[in-house]
C-alpha cells in the first residue's frame, strides 16, 4: 500500500526542513511531496536539501490549489497532509494519523493539537474540523472535483464530502504538537490580515449553494 505526504508550503523556509526530517524517517511514508505555493524565500531551497520531490508553482494558488498540485504527481493509496510550519512533530504522530487509515479502521483521519501552546490547542478545540493534519484515501480525493478552488476552504471542502457520503473519520490527538501563527510570522497586523483573509475563504467556500448538504 503506497502511501504520498503531500506539504503544502508558503514561505515557511524556517519550519519546514524539521517537518520533513521527520516524515524522511517515518516507515509509513513512501513519497514526498513539497509543494510551495508561491513562495519568496528559500522554502524550495531547504525542501530540496531533503532529497524530496518539490513543486514550484510561480503564483500563490491557496492550500486547495496547492494540494491538487501534489495530488497530480504521485499515484498513492493513501494520502497524508501535514502543514509546513508545525512544531513538535515526531515519528509517532505521522503513525497515528496513518494507522487507522491503512488497517482499515477509518477512511480519514483529522489530527487535533493537544498540550501544545495554548492558543493552538484552544483553536483546535473551537473548531477541530479545520485541522490540516489528516490522512484519507486517495480514491476519495479523486471524486472531489472543485478541491483546488476551496483555497483554505479545503478542509471544508474534505469534510462536506466525508459527511455527506457517511465517511468513516477518525479523531487523533496531537500530543505536544502546535504550528506557528500568522501572527508569528508576519507581525500582529499583517498577521491579523492574513487570519481574516484566511477564515473569509473558508467561509465563502462553506456558504457556496451549489455544495453538497
Not at 185 to 205: C, S
Request: charged content about 25%; hydrophobic content about 45%; aromatic content about 6%.
Amino acid at each position: 500500500m503506497k502511501v504520498v505526504a503531500i506539504i503544502p508550503a508558503y514561505n515557511e523556509e524556517k519550519t519546514i526542513g524539521v517537518v520533513l526530517s521527520v516524515l524522511k524517517e517515518a516507515p509509513l511514508v513512501n513519497e514526498i511531496i513539497v509543494v510551495s505555493d508561491g513562495s519568496t524565500d528559500d522554502t524550495v531551497k531547504v525542501a530540496q536539501g531533503y532529497d524530496v520531490k518539490v513543486v514550484e508553482l510561480s503564483e500563490n494558488r491557496g492550500k486547495g490549489g496547492a494540494l491538487k498540485a501534489g495530488l497530480s504527481i504521485f499515484p498513492a493509496d493513501i494520502v497524508l497532509f501535514l502543514d509546513a510550519d508545525l512544531l513538535g512533530l515526531n515519528a509517532q504522530h505521522v503513525h497515528n494519523l496513518l494507522a487507522p487509515v491503512i488497517n482499515g479502521e477509518a477512511d480519514m483521519t483529522i489530527g487535533i493539537f493537544e498540550k501544545g501552546r495554548i492558543t493552538t490547542d484552544l483553536a483546535q478545540k473551537m473548531a477541530p474540523k479545520l485541522s490540516g493534519q489528516r490522512a484519507l484515501k486517495f480514491s476519495l480525493l479523486e471524486k472531489i472535483s472543485d478541491i483546488d478552488v476551496a483555497r483554505f476552504g479545503v478542509e471544508v471542502a474534505l469534510n462536506r464530502y466525508m459527511e455527506s457520503e457517511g465517511i468513516r473519520v477518525k479523531e487523533v490527538l496531537l500530543t505536544d504538537m502546535s504550528h506557528v501563527m500568522k501572527e508569528e510570522k508576519l507581525g500582529v497586523w499583517k498577521g491579523m490580515g492574513a487570519r481574516m483573509k484566511m477564515y473569509w475563504e473558508i467561509i465563502k467556500y462553506f456558504t457556496r449553494v451549489d455544495l453538497p448538504k
